[in-house]
Every structure is written in C-alpha cells, then in structure tokens.
C-alpha cells in the first residue's frame, strides 16, 4: 500500500465510547513494535502501539546508563526492510551509544509517522480473549481501554528488570540506581562512594565510566563473565566493504545465517588445529572485537564439545591476567563456572584495566556472599563497605518477564497465561501459544531472539506475522491458534536444539535462574536464525501446519501436526544433502559410486586422535584382506572389538568409517579393527559373509599380536556391516568358534523384504533410499540367495547368540527390519538393549562431529561394547554429553 494511503487507513481508528476500536494493538514501541505499526499500516490494518514509556526505543528508552552501548555491531542492528531508509541512515561508531540508538529510532519514527498512533505514557492492565466476538479487550491504565482482533507483545525479551533479592535494600538511605531504568538527567558520581552490584553486560559496560568518576568504586560480583575488548570506532574496513559491496545480498545472507549476521560456517576442528594455529585464531578475533566473530569463527566444537569450548576459557584468562595487575583480583575475574558463550559473553571498553586502579575495589562473591544492605552500604561475610550509592546492574527476568509479569493475560475457557507458563513457557515458535488465539509475541521464548541479532529476528517475525494476519483477513478467517500438538512438538525440538549447544550448562537469564523460584530451561531456541525462518516458510507452505483457523463465514481449517520431526542437527545436514543435489549413488555404477564416496568423504571433519592408528593385512575367507587398527591411548593390552563398515556390500573400506572407528575406540577404550572384506559386484554373495567370518576368527587367534586381551572379541557392524556382524555371530556358534562376546549392529540390514512400513514411510528423501537398497541388494545376491540366512539374518536361528544392542534410526527405510531383528533376539532369549533414534536417519549416528546429537547414542554405544567385553562403565571424560556441575547461584 502507497504510504499516503497508508497514513489515510490508520487515521480512520476511531473512538467508540470509552473503547477504542482496532484490528491490532500492539504493546511496546521499541525495534519490534514500531516496525509493526509501519507494517501493520502497509498491509490495511488499523492498529494501535501502546507503550508505557515517554517516547519510542523500547530497551533503549530505558537503558541509559553510562557506557550503553550496542553489542552487535549497528551496522547489523539496524532496520533493512526499507533499502531507502538504510541508505539515509549511517551510525557514526561501530557500536553506537544508547543516545545515538535512540536518535535513529526518532528518525525511523518521523520518517514513518508513527507517533500517531503510539499512545506514550500507557500500560496494559489486562488483556481478555472474547469467545464471543473473537476479540481481545484490552484494559489500560490511561485512557481508553482497547477492542482489538489481534494482540501483539512487542515488549522485547530484556524490559523488565529484577528486583534486587538483597534483604535490606528498604534500608539504605543513599541513592539506589538500577542500569535498567536510569535516570533521564543522568548522573553524577563525582566524589561519591559509589557500588556496583553485577557484572553481566550492564555493569561491564558502566563500571569503567563509574570508576573514573567515584572517589571509590566497589564492585559486588557473583559470577565472573568472559568479556572481550569491544575496539570501539569506525566500523571495520573488512566489514564495511563487505556490506557496500552489495548491500541486499549481505542483508539476505544475515537473514539465513546462524546468528543473524553474515558469517561463514566455520569448519575446522578444534584438534585438527595447532597450538599456533588456534593462537592465531583467537587473537584475530580478540582484536576483532566482535561477539559474533569470536562465538563462532574459531573453531567449528566451539559452542558443542566441552574440550573445544575450554580452550577459549585458558585464551581468555591469559588475556585478564596480563592486564590485571593483582592476582587474586585477576583469578576471581576469571569465569571457571560455565563454558564460553554459555552465558551471554559481554563487550567492554576498559573493563578489566579498571581493576588497576586504586580507587576501585573487587568483591568476590563467592567467596564472601552479600548478607544484607544496611542504612550506610553492604555487609558481607567478610567485610562492610559503606557507600553513598548503589547501582543494581542486576539483569532482568528475561523473555517471560514482560510478557507474563507484567499484566493478566486471559485466553480461551478463561485460562490464564500465568498458569499456562506455570512450568516454564509453552509456545509454538515462540510466537503463539495454543489457547491464546490471536496473541502473538515477537521474538518470545521458543524463538531465537536474545542468541541472535535481534534486528534480523524482530524483522522476520514481524513480516511473518503481519503476513499470516493478511492471509487470515482475505482468507476470511478471524481466529488463528496453535494447536497442543505443534506446540508439544515445538517443545520437543527445542530441547533438541539445546542438547546440542552448551547453554544447558550454564547458570543463565537464558535459562531463568538469575530469577529466585522462576521455572528453569532454555528460553531461547537454539537452532539457528536461518533454519528457524526456513521452518516458519515451511509452516506457510505446508498449509498452516500446526495452526488452527476459523472464522465466521468458512470452514474451520486446522492442519494438525509437528513441523520439526528431525533431529535440529540432522534436518541441517539434509538439508544441505538435498542442496548439492547429488546424483543418485545407484547411476553411478559400482566404482563410480566408490569413487564418489572416497571424494565425498574428504569433505567430513576428521576423527579425534586415539592412541595409535595402524593398518595390516588379515587372512579372509578367500585370501588377505588389508584392516585398519585403533588402538585406545591407555595402557594395554585391551578387549578387540571386530567391526565392518557400511556400504551396501558395494562401496566403502576399512578407513571409510574411520571417524566413528577413532569416536568408539575413544569412548569404549577398546582396541577396534575394521575389516577391508570384498565387495560386489565383484565379490557377490557370500563373499563379504564369508571375509565376516574368517576376519573374526583370524582377529580372535592374532588377539595378543595386535595388543589384545584375547578370545572372547565383539563383532560391530553399521548398515551392510551390522549385517555381516549378525551373519558372523550366527556362523560363529553354528560353527564352533571363534567366541564372540557382544554383537554391536546400527542400522543392520536383516533381512531381504522391502515391504516394512519404513520402507515405505522413508522410501525417498532420507539419503538411504529404497532405490538404492534395491541396488545394492542386486548387486550383491542373486534372488535365490537372499533368503540365505548369511543374508538375511532375520531368516536364520536366533538362538543361542551373543547379547546384542541393536541401533535403529526413525528416518531410515532399514528401521524396521533392525527393530524386527532385536525383537527376534530376544523372543529367542537372547539379551538385547534396543536405540530407537527418534530423528535420525541411516547415516547420522556414523556422523561424528557433525550431527552432535548422535552423541548420546554412541557413548550407550560403547558402554555396550565395554560391557560385553566385561569392563566397567567408563566415566566419561567431560563431552558434549556429560554435564559439568555447576554450583546454584548464591548471592
Ligand atoms: O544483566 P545480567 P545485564 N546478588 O543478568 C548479578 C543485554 N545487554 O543487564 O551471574 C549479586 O547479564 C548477576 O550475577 P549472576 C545482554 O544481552 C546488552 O548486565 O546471576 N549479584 C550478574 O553478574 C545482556 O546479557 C548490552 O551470578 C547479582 C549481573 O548481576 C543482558 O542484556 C548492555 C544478584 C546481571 O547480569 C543482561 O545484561 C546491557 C544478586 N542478588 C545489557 N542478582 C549491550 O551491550 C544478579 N546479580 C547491548
């Protein structure tokens, strides 16, 4: 819509009675909400923003203590659904001063006539969903109260601030200053004694400028945060061409990256690094001075694997201890409790050389807890300090804060958010919530908001939403709500998501326990800001999906169901699969394919060191077969574990697996042989059976040569492999020998039949397609063959065999014949531990280091392993998978 007609449709919102009449009110005029109202207005709504501030910006309006600034760089924080408007606005720093902020939110204001329709000064008391007329009736406390179609919470994720839990605040007769609601004078700390209580991003950021005015300084700090030297100035040369290069393509590319600003996937790991090349690494990005750039750029198991996290800890400590002078101060500076990049990690300018001052005093926390603010100042275990003011740089309670606390808000059947969010909140995308129809949040919890570049993230919702509201009105609907099943489902991913990064081990306001009694769990979504717009399209084009409409004068459509069923990890890799568009294995021809698979594979991290890596020749069922060894860094001699790679009895070798052989031979502490056995077409049926076989044996028999512990070995296989591996077990007892312990088979192929449900559910899209199975089944064993049981060990006796664990994965056309193979074994009386990976397909559980939540199942993996070779559980060394303790916070 043309903007005068715009201006003309938004000042028809007339008055009726005492109730104003809208088809939109939207709460909060910050980023979100006056991008809303310009929005709304374009696409023929009548709306209304109503903000309890003075004038527009949202946090901006309110943060104003000294030393607030951006940390994203404003070159990416700043509105790009106007390329006009990004052209005529240009920041004066890369990283503007809270003023400057709130200069370009006037200008966007002015430029767009918002003012108008913002009524300044006015707080939602209560918020009621009418059945009746399917509308929301909004009670302010200034002025008309408000009938609107659809009610929008622009009130931003980090507005509402904490209330200081310190007994005795009442009591103190100096001045009290939170960051969060500064005063608009300013002021002047000039010969006062003055203490800061937080160093979270606020504190960081005002501490130095308290420090050069107070005539003392003490800060109260309970948790030490990682803060990196902001490099204040112009923005960077690198950036800046980057983005006048070509300005659409880097607004676009921010919209589809991780973190909402435009960066490349890092790749490389951690241990394929040296000490000097990760050095080097991390001082370009100290002297970057850029969040997102030292969060993701140096090494790709940076924010997944504990190890790789905790070399960024040991980089920056160095960093704090060669500019704090004191050692004692620059230790407790020092965070040791959380993993970098778990908790928000702050910008500073002159934080830690501040500490160098004489007029400035550091008191840790945890080593002597504040016990009460008195009339003078605070008393610690150890000490008093009397002061003249205080600032709480406290935080805030984050993402529910503003929505939840702030006013009832009262859905369908009468039911209250409140009691809604009792265990933590429910959304669906963090956008909606089932029973609240018509409510909507920007960047609410479930959605990536606070771990992204809010600009990127309050645009996308905005357009969204506003989008979806347009479609309803033509459509003819008046309601829109998500349903209990998407909503369960999103919950679902979203803990999936977490278990990928290392936020779940951190003490965070992303989790809520900066709050005393709030729910705890991960608020924000973790899955990446490009992936979490690709699956709000994804909603759109698959007709609403997880949404139900009505409306007075069409049917009812609901579309029910889980938008995300995938692994977050797994529908990544996918995705990327289904992107190369890579031609179908099976019209390659076997050594095409091979060929491909070799290429393919170089492209994927390498395996972690293990103690030795050796390679040598093995007596097969027909002549020598090459094998590959990996022998565990501890002390041998150690249990065998015989394993045969995937490959549809096609393609691959001893090596192709070689990632997860390292991650096995890591986690089980066993030494692990994989077997180069011969494959068709060249070698058909039961040539690879057979090698199977004969490689056990000739490994039980050489066990103490290759530093083994000798008979009993463990047979592991994956795919093709797991079928050689049960094919061997059942060759083994029916043939005297060689005594095998334990049976070890992902993803096996059992059986010869194509006609499970899997085969059918999974047929096409998952990577492992029926067509090539079909293939591979061709190529290796005649139709007369396939029903021997060295093929199909489904088919053969199931008694009598070594325990089994069995791993099937849901997206994978092999699922039910695994699953139908365990359930064989234990009808016979064998022991078997069954994973069903909810999410996977055939290959992610072999993907090491990429698809991070096959984690949990391989170390169940190698605890099997360990257990059929009789050792104990073994602790794991801190991984991605073993949470570290953190201690509760204590004031
Ligand atoms: O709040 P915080 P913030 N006794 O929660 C401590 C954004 N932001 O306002 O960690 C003693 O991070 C608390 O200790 P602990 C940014 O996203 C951005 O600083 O709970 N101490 C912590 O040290 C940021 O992450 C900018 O143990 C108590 C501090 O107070 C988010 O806002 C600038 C305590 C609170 O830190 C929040 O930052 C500012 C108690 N009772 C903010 N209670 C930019 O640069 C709390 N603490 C754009």
Redesign the pocket.
């Known amino acids: 819509m043309p903007d005068a007609a715009v201006a003309a449709r938004s000042s028809e919102t007339t008055d009726s009675g005492t109730t104003q009449q809208v088809d939109v009110a939207v709460v909060g005029a910050g980023f979100a909400g006056l991008y809303l109202l310009h929005r709304l207005r374009k696409a023929g709504f009548s709306a209304v923003v109503i903000e309890k501030a003075g004038d527009v910006g949202g946090?901006w309006y309110w943060?104003r203590?000294p030393g607030?600034?951006?940390?994203?760089q404003t070159m990416d924080y700043s509105y790009t659904f106007d390329p006009e408007l990004d052209r005529e606005w240009t920041w004066s720093e890369k990283?503007a001063t809270q003023p400057e902020i709130l200069r370009y939110f006037a200008f966007v204001a002015d430029r767009y006539d918002l003012r108008r329709d913002i009524r300044f000064g006015t707080g939602v008391k209560a918020a009621n969903w009418d059945d009746a007329s399917d509308r929301w009736l909004l009670t302010t406390d200034n002025g008309a109260n408000i009938s609107c179609r659809y009610y929008i919470m622009a009130t931003g994720?980090?507005s509402t601030?904490?209330p200081?839990?310190?007994d005795g605040v009442k009591d103190f007769k100096g001045a009290i200053y939170f960051?969060?609601r500064w005063p608009h004078e300013g002021v002047d700390f000039t010969g006062k004694r003055v203490a800061v209580?937080?160093?979270?991003?606020?504190?960081?950021?005002s501490i130095p400028l308290i420090a050069e005015q107070a005539a003392h300084l003490t800060v109260?700090?309970?948790?030490?945060?990682f803060a990196l030297p902001a490099q204040n100035g112009p923005s960077p040369d690198d950036r800046k061409t980057y983005f006048e290069a070509d300005r659409a393509a880097y607004r676009e590319q921010a919209r589809w990256s991780m973190a909402g600003v435009p960066y490349p996937q890092e790749t490389a790991v951690s241990w394929q690094l040296s000490d000097a090349e990760r050095r080097e690494r991390f001082e370009k990005a100290w002297a970057a001075g850029d969040l997102v750039h030292i969060l993701t750029q140096l090494w790709a198991d940076q924010g997944v694997d504990v190890d790789g996290n905790a070399l960024i800890g040991k980089l920056i400590h160095e960093k704090i201890r060669a500019v704090v002078k004191d050692p004692e101060t620059a230790a407790a500076l020092s965070p040791n409790d959380h993993p970098f990049g778990s908790?928000?990690p702050?910008?500073d300018t002159n934080y830690y050389t501040t500490y160098n001052r004489p007029n400035v005093t550091l008191v840790n926390?945890r080593q002597e807890?504040?016990k009460s603010i008195t009339a003078t100042g605070i008393v610690t275990d150890k000490r008093s300090v009397d002061v003249d003011a205080i600032v709480?740089?406290?935080?805030?309670d984050?993402m529910t804060g503003a929505i939840m606390a702030v006013h009832p808000i009262t859905g369908r059947d009468g039911k209250s958010l409140s009691s809604v969010w009792a265990n933590g909140p429910q959304s669906y995308l963090g956008l909606t919530v089932a029973g609240f129809p018509n409510l909507f949040m920007i960047t609410g919890p479930g959605s990536p908001s606070?771990l992204s570049n809010m600009a990127v993230s309050i645009e996308q919702h905005v357009e969204w939403v506003v989008d979806r509201l347009a479609a309803l009105r033509d459509a003819g609907y008046t309601t829109m709500e998500a349903t209990e099943t998407a909503q369960a489902g999103w919950a679902r991913h979203m803990a999936d998501c977490s278990t990928v990064t290392l936020h779940r081990l951190a003490?965070?306001?992303y989790t809520g326990?900066?709050v005393?009694g709030k729910v705890q769990g991960l608020m924000p979504y973790t899955g990446g800001v490009g992936p979490y717009r690709s699956i709000c399209n994804e909603i759109v084009s698959r007709g609403m999906l997880g949404f139900k409409m009505t409306g007075p004068n069409v049917a009812e459509q609901c579309n029910d169901g889980e938008v995300v069923r995938l692994q977050p990890d797994v529908r990544l890799v996918l995705g990327m699969l289904a992107e190369m568009n890579l031609p179908p294995f099976e019209s390659l021809g076997a050594q095409g394919a091979r060929d491909f698979l070799t290429e393919f594979n170089k492209g994927r991290p390498v395996g972690r060191p293990v103690g030795e890596v050796g390679t040598g020749m093995l007596q097969g069922a027909a002549g020598p077969l090459p094998y590959r060894l990996y022998r565990p860094a501890t002390p041998g001699p150690h249990p065998i574990v015989v394993y045969f790679h995937g490959g549809g009895w096609v393609l691959g070798d001893e090596q192709s697996d070689d990632p997860f052989c390292r991650d096995i031979c890591r986690r089980s502490g066993m030494i692990v042989v994989s077997v180069g056995y011969r494959h068709a077409p060249e070698h058909r049926f039961p040539a690879a059976a057979e090698d199977g076989y004969a490689a056990t044996g000739w490994i039980a028999e050489h066990a103490a040569e290759l530093g083994g512990t000798g008979e009993p070995v463990v047979v592991a296989g994956w795919s093709a492999g797991g079928n050689i591996a049960a094919v061997t077990c059942q060759l083994a007892r029916d043939r005297g020998g060689p005594e095998i312990a334990g049976q070890l088979l992902i993803c096996p192929v059992t059986d010869c039949t194509f006609d499970r449900p899997s085969y059918v559910d999974n047929a096409n899209g998952y990577f492992v397609t029926r067509g090539l199975m079909y293939w591979f089944w061709d190529i290796y064993c005649s139709p007369a063959d396939r029903t021997d049981p060295r093929a199909s060990p489904l088919r053969g006796n199931l008694a009598n065999l070594p325990p089994a664990f069995v791993a099937t994965c849901e997206f994978d056309p092999l699922r039910d014949e695994g699953i139908a193979y365990a359930e064989g074994l234990a009808a016979a009386g064998v022991p078997v531990e069954q994973l069903q990976a909810r999410g996977h397909f055939h290959s992610s559980l072999m993907m090491v280091d990429v698809v991070i939540t096959g984690v949990g199942g391989r170390v169940k993996m190698a605890e099997a392993l360990r257990a059929f070779a009789g050792l104990p559980p073994k602790l794991e060394e801190r991984g991605a998978e073993t949470p570290i303790k953190i201690d509760a916070?204590?004031?």
């Open positions: 946090t943060n203590y607030a600034r951006c940390d994203i990283y994720c980090l601030p904490k200081p839990e310190i960051t969060g209580i937080g160093t979270g991003s606020s504190g960081i950021q109260f700090q309970r948790t030490a945060s908790k928000r702050c910008l926390l807890p504040i709480f740089a406290t935080g805030f984050a606070v003490n965070t306001w326990a900066n005393p916070a204590a004031g």
